[in-house]
């Protein structure tokens, strides 16, 4: 429930409010576009799925080559002892390795 016109939350309210107005516009901008005859056929579908089940191995494959290969635990020291700079770090190395896949499938 948004609170009183006014609260401290007031800000925040009005900027879920625009969000779900643009979601809203996006969603019509969509719909009314003519969706092409190809991304209906089951094989387009099932090789989308495919490639992008193979993407997320090939990435999660990397990402315990990278766990291993540093002297200490990334689990622990992100989540347990909040190492916001080794997060970003580990971010950036996540991104990296998406475009990389992304790039050797498409």
């Known amino acids: 429930v948004p609170p009183a016109v006014g609260g401290t939350n007031d800000a925040r ?3 879920v409010a625009a969000l779900g107005q643009v979601c809203a516009w996006c969603l019509v901008v969509i719909v009314s576009k003519e969706i092409p005859m190809e991304w ?8 989308s799925v495919l490639y992008a089940l193979i993407g997320v191995g090939i990435f999660g494959l990397c990402f315990w080559i ?3 290969l540093t002297p200490y635990d990334l689990w622990g020291e992100i ?8 997060g970003l ?12 896949v992304a790039a050797a499938i498409h």
Do not use: F, H, T
Request: charged share 20%; with cysteine; glycine share 8%.
């Open 40 to 47: 209906i056929k089951p094989a387009a579908l099932i090789g």
């Open 66 to 68: 990278v766990d291993k």
């Open 79 to 86: 989540v347990e002892r909040q190492n916001k700079a080794l």
């Open 13 to 15: 309210w009005r900027g």
């Open 89 to 100: 770090v580990v971010a950036a190395i996540s991104l990296g390795i998406c475009i990389i």
